[in-house]
Nanobody, 125 residues
């Protein structure tokens, strides 16, 4: 199965931007639904954005819709999350996630079962 390694987290002032990257390896990226999730201590893990193998189906949570953009480059085996207009409440550990796509719905956060190690995003006011 695919392995996932995130990068691009950091500390940024409110209103700023960051771009997260997730490099996949070990299997064909285009066979997988991919997504970004986040978790703050004491809270449940939340699906932020998901994307189907050919980028035809994209989901955003209400809290990030209009500010974040998910994209993927299957030729480069990389998933991205562009985050604009960041807010202190976006502070969390962000995870890249995957699930095998054939016959499955990518939209939303259900059933993702392969995880990266996470990258921390901290937004200060």
């Amino acid at each position: 199965q695919v392995q996932l390694v995130e990068s691009g987290g950091g500390s940024v002032q409110a209103g700023g931007s960051l771009r997260l990257s997730c490099v996949t390896s070990g299997d064909t990226q285009s066979s997988y639904c991919l997504g970004w999730f986040r978790q703050d201590p004491g809270k449940e893990r939340e699906a932020v954005a998901t994307i189907s193998p050919m980028s035809t189906e994209i989901y955003y949570s209400d809290s990030v819709n209009g500010r974040f953009t998910i994209s993927r480059d299957n030729a480069k085996n990389t998933l991205y999350l562009r985050m604009n207009s960041l807010r202190p409440e976006d502070t969390a550990l962000f995870y890249c996630a995957a699930k095998r796509a054939p016959g499955r719905v990518c939209y939303g956060g259900y059933g993702y079962n392969i995880w990266g190690q996470g990258t921390q995003v901290t937004v200060f006011s």
